[in-house]
T-cell receptor
Framework: DPKIIQKPKYLVAVTGSEKILICEQYLGHNAMYWYRQSAKKPLEFMFS???????DNQTASSRFQPQSSKKNHLDLQITALKPDDSATYFC????????????FGSGTRLLVI | GDSVTQTEGPVTVSESESLIINCTYSATSIAYPNLFWYVRYPGEGLQLLLK?????QKGSSRGFEATYNKETTSFHLQKASVQESDSAVYYC????????????FGKGTKLSVKS
């Protein structure tokens, strides 16, 4: 059974719309993260959370807003979508914020048209 | 800033042949970087393959090896004899030992092993 669930696997969105990417982890980890991989680019760190508190934000745009309603959830809301937002978004978790042994989800592939 | 450069893919190798995927790094903001190889099999998330936190040490897992070379700032991934099941995308990454567990990744190298 997958330990980190990301939903949906694939998502097509219209420019200007808003979407929420879901991430749930069942590992009992205290730290969660979002990374993004655009075509031909490395995975890029976006956010880190520890005990549901934002620890680091490397995303320049406020259109990207993480939401942590429960300890094991870290959803990602994206507003005013642009074609450049097309990418695969990976959620990850680790035992605690100083532990970089991540477990990753299988990703949500977003296409903005 | 910090960066990781790895072999451009795709790489195709025949089964039982040897493999090397090159990885070099630049750690300008991290005094003592940790180095990682992650693997992503089709349809799955990235999995930690191996990790080395001390320069000069070698990590190994599932027949893969990588040595942390601080002099050449390299962390090449090697396997003596690949199998078809090794077909995947391999990511080199560097991280910090401190309170920030953020990882800096390379672009990934897609490996296809022919039977």
């Amino acid at each position: 059974d997958p330990k980190i669930i990301q939903k949906p696997k694939y998502l097509v969105a219209v420019t200007g719309s808003e979407k929420i990417l879901i991430c749930e982890q069942y590992l009992g980890h205290n730290a969660m993260y979002w990374y993004r991989q655009s075509a031909k680019k490395p995975l890029e760190f976006m956010f880190s959370y520890s005990y549901q508190k934002l620890m680091d934000n490397q995303t320049a745009s406020s259109r990207f807003q993480p939401q942590s309603s429960k300890k094991n959830h870290l959803d990602l809301q994206i507003t005013a979508l642009k074609p450049d937002d097309s990418a695969t978004y990976f959620c990850a978790s680790s035992r605690h914020i100083a532990n970089s042994d991540y477990t990753f989800g299988s990703g949500t592939r977003l296409l903005v048209i | 800033g910090d960066s990781v450069t790895q072999t451009e893919g795709p790489v195709t190798v025949s089964e039982s042949e040897s493999l090397i995927i090159n990885c070099t790094y630049s750690a300008t903001s991290i005094a003592y970087p940790n180095l990682f190889w992650y693997v992503r099999y089709p349809g799955e998330g990235l999995q930690l393959l191996l990790k080395v936190i001390t320069a000069g040490q070698k990590g190994s897992s599932r027949g893969f090896e990588a040595t942390y070379n601080k002099e050449t700032t390299s962390f090449h991934l090697q396997k003596a004899s690949v199998q078809e099941s090794d077909s995947a995308v391999y990511y080199c990454a560097l991280g910090d030992q401190g309170s920030n567990a953020k990882l800096t990744f390379g672009k990934g190298t897609k490996l296809s092993v022919k039977s």
